[in-house]
């Protein structure tokens, strides 16, 4: 059966912003945020997923994106200049780990049907498990610049509305020696215009190519430098 249709949750979403710029490294409200607003556009995703090249076998083999990342032994025997490589190198300088968004997220509601909603689930989880591959490939840091965006990119891959929002504020706070984040943000959503869907790449493979093959693949145009903007919370950097 069809997944019911998700409500928008607007103060649910404003609670959470209001959070979210108290403490912009509190990752839980991002997950927040984006569940209240996202009404169906996961279900779309999930239907554009369905209809890739690599969905279908990705479902199938039920593949858990997040065992894989989370294999630091195999990421760290790749090649140098392998996206695997760099994604290791990635969160080991962030001082982040591949879990660290599960933690952040709550539990997706499964429905009804066990078997439809558990490719939904699946789906959705290698979403939220790849953002940082995502970084890696779009060359925009974690920092408060980079997060946003990629945050704008994001959006424009899989037109969640939660997604947007944040982007939106962000650009309407972007002021003072935060002024550069709005020329980042156009420029992240810019970038993702050209770029090929990236929630249906087949990243367990790609992991082993390099960084630059995968780019191309993926028809990605990294950024090469921009100055970005660390929170306070945020790790320093060596």
Known sequence: MPPRRNPILFREAWNAIRALIRDPDDTAQVFRIVRALSGNSQERAFQRFLRSDHGPAI????????????????????????????????????????????????????????????????????????????????????????????????????????????????????????????????????????????PGADWEALLARPLDEVRRTLGVVPIEHYEGLRSEGAPALA
């Open 59 to 198: 479902l199938a083999e039920n593949r858990v994106l997040l065992e894989t990342l989370s294999d630091r032994a195999y990421l760290t025997s790749l090649p140098e200049g392998t996206l695997g490589r760099v994604y290791a190198d990635f969160t080991a300088r962030e001082q982040i780990t591949a879990d660290g968004l599960v933690e952040a997220s709550e539990s997706i509601d499964r429905g009804d049907d066990e078997e439809i909603d558990a490719r939904r689930a699946l789906f959705g989880q290698r979403l939220r498990d790849s953002h940082d591959l995502w970084h890696v490939v779009t060359g925009y840091g974690r920092d408060l610049f980079g997060e946003a965006a990629l945050l704008a990119f994001t959006y424009r891959q899989i037109r969640n509305r939660g997604i947007g929002f944040i982007v939106l504020v962000a650009y309407l706070k972007a002021r003072g020696p935060m002024a550069g984040e709005r020329a980042l943000i156009r420029d992240g959503f810019r970038r993702a215009g050209g770029a090929a869907w990236l």
